[in-house]
């Protein structure tokens, strides 16, 4: 889920995009970070992202994996 972004200008074609996300929080199987994006040295990019933290040889057995 991704609450809430903002994006400052788009990037184009060629340009390297740079991104950077520190963890808020984590409770159990829930996460929250926050992120920006970067081309060079100029803000592109922000926002927060909620995450969920699954057994990974769950998610290989189940349906589609």
């Known amino acids: 889920?991704?609450?809430?972004v903002e994006v400052l200008r788009p990037v184009r074609c060629g340009e390297t995009?740079?991104?950077?996300?520190r963890i808020v929080r984590v409770k159990d199987t829930l996460g929250e970070l926050r992120g920006?994006?970067?081309v060079?040295?100029?803000?592109?990019?922000?926002g927060?992202?909620?995450f969920?933290?699954?057994n990974a040889?769950?998610?290989a057995r189940s349906p589609g994996a």
């Open 1 to 4: 889920q991704v609450p809430s």
């Open 17 to 21: 995009l740079r991104l950077e996300a």
């Open 36 to 38: 920006a994006a970067y």
């Open 40 to 46: 060079g040295d100029e803000l592109v990019a922000e």
């Open 48 to 50: 927060q992202m909620l």
């Open 52 to 54: 969920a933290i699954a």
């Open 57 to 59: 040889s769950a998610v």
